[in-house]
């Protein structure tokens, strides 16, 4: 029997005027997701079908559950549009399932078939009725429904709905810059950017030798992580520890991060610049930590211009906990490796910084040099999920 994924876009076709953009980039990730794969994609302003091997179905599924834009599928048997192949099709795909009662829906596309949907879901029903003994018509609460759509040329039949990730295609909107730093905030942050169709490629500030490599490994295996939600993510690794080293000797150490901060966001946005990148992603969540208070973090963000979009601001850290395990960077995020804020974190970290006497700290020191240096020498990868040597790493 020919089968067909058969995908519906949902909240992509909200966007009337961007509709064809939308389609046409998740049409190319879904494309370039399943490379590997003997499959053709066909796609309306509606629809996108995929024609498949029946053997490769479960590896395909895996995949699309984890491409954005879509909003449900179904696995759908295909029939010919005629009343023939439609009852035959669907009696041969009831039989190897079990249920009591059942209910037909027909949802008829194309006009020009001679019996409109309510008619024909009653001449199906019945056929159902008068071939499979025991089972009965249940409206309300059936066992099962009878899906059909009847469409030019080919028809399809499903039983089942599944639930895709929804959000937009990423590649729908530009580049971001993600910061990223081993916690267990920012890759979920990197995950609700992607579902927003950024193209989110990361940043992971280290200070060795005060942090370790096991921390950079355990970032490069988070970045791998995610980008299995994307097609290949670029790691920027930039090493922060001559600026760190100097705010800790320079500042009040009750402000080292907040200055350490400013810093961080300086360098993101020279970065983004040199990336074409309209955005930094980070894993700030309000109140969380003393730099994460309102007043922190206006004093921090002043010194750039470019939008910082925070997506896990406002969740509780239970709520961000949970979506880390549903993307599996949990495990791998509360590997005790120190990253470069916990190393220089003050015993008494200043709650509500004053933006005068950071920006009187930060002028003992010539940090535009540095930030040059730093952003000059930068090293990157590029990372794929299915990077073995980065998985083995730790
Ligand atoms: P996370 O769980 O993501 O580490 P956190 O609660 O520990 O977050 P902070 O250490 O204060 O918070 O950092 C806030 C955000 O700043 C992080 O979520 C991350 O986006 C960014 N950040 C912090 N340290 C680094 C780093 N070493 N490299 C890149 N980004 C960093
Ligand atoms: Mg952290």
């Known amino acids: 029997m020919d089968k067909v994924i058969l995908i519906k876009y949902g909240e992509l076709t909200t966007k009337k005027g961007n509709r064809n953009f939308f389609v046409s980039t998740l049409k190319k990730n879904i494309k370039n ?16 079908y995929i024609y498949f091997k029946e053997k490769d179905l479960k590896k395909i599924i895996n995949i699309i559950d984890h491409i954005f834009g879509i909003h449900m599928y179904h696995i759908a048997t295909i029939a010919d549009t005629n009343v023939d192949s439609i009852f035959e099709v669907c009696l041969n795909s ?13 949802k008829r596309s194309d006009k020009s078939f001679e019996f409109d949907s309510p008619t024909f879901s009653k001449m199906l029903g019945g056929h159902i009725l008068k071939n499979i003994d025991g089972i009965s018509v249940d409206v309300h609460q059936p066992d099962l429904l009878v899906y059909v759509e009847i469409r030019k040329g080919q028809s399809y039949l499903y039983f089942d709905t599944y639930h895709g990730l929804g959000g937009y295609p990423v590649g729908s909107q530009p580049r971001g810059l993600l910061m990223l730093s081993g916690g267990i905030d920012s890759p979920v942050s990197g995950y609700l950017a992607l579902k927003r169709g950024i193209k989110v490629d990361a940043v ?14 355990k970032v490069i295996e988070l970045v791998r992580k995610l980008s299995k939600y994307t097609d290949s993510i670029h790691l920027h690794i930039v090493n922060f520890t001559p ?56 004093v921090i963000n002043e010194v750039t211009s470019m939008p910082v979009i925070r997506p896990v601001s406002c969740m509780d850290k ?10 599996d960077t949990y495990e791998t995020s509360i590997l005790p490796y120190e990253d470069c804020c916990t190393v220089f974190v003050p015993k008494h970290p200043v709650i ?10 930060e002028s003992k020191f010539n940090y535009e040099e540095m930030i040059k240096e730093a952003v000059d020498s ?8 299915e990077d073995q040597e980065f998985s083995n790493l730790l």
């Open 33 to 48: 997701k399943l490379k590997n794969f003997d499959v053709e994609i066909i796609n309306d302003l509606s629809r996108m």
């Open 94 to 106: 009831l039989m190897d399932l079990s249920f009591k009662s059942f209910k037909v829906e027909t």
């Open 204 to 217: 992971y500030f280290e200070a060795i030798p005060h942090t370790s490599l096991d921390a950079r490994n």
């Open 243 to 298: 600026i760190q080293e100097r705010i800790y000797q320079c500042c009040d150490s009750s402000y080292v991060i907040t200055i350490m901060r400013r810093m961080m966001y300086r360098i993101m946005e020279k970065l983004c610049q040199k990336n074409q990148a309209f955005a930094i992603i980070n894993g700030e969540s309000i109140g969380q930590v003393a730099s994460q208070t309102l007043t922190s973090m206006n």
């Open 318 to 327: 239970l709520e961000i906990i949970e979506l880390a395990k549903k993307i």
């Open 352 to 361: 509500n910084p004053n933006l005068d006497h950071a920006i009187k700290m």
């Open 378 to 385: 930068i090293y990157t990868l590029k990372i794929y999920e």
